[in-house]
């Protein structure tokens, strides 16, 4: 559901949800990425918010539960920057 305009001002950002249902694992991925996009010159809210919106893409969400069965992660996204970024240049 969006929200409409007159609720979020321009350039702020809508709450972040509570981060207890993600595992260890997503909270560390999530802190890694958002590190290389402040590296890159990204802003602090957004870095954060970037980095969570890549974890939910790969990992769909929030994983934390009692039932033991997860979603597989898709890794078809940070596959195709790894090879983009550290793709050799032909002469």
């Known amino acids: 559901m969006r929200w409409p305009a007159k609720f979020v001002a321009k350039g702020e950002f809508m709450a972040r949800g509570s981060k207890s249902k993600y595992t260890s694992k997503q909270k560390r991925k999530a802190e890694h990425i958002e590190e290389g996009y402040e590296k ?35 890794k078809a996204s940070s596959r195709k920057g790894g090879r983009k970024g550290g793709r050799k240049k032909k002469r």
Do not use: Y
């Open 40 to 74: 890159r010159g990204v802003g602090r809210k957004e870095a954060a918010r970037r980095a969570w919106a890549t974890v939910n893409k790969s990992s769909g969400g929030g994983k934390k539960s009692g039932s033991g069965r997860g979603k597989k992660s898709n």
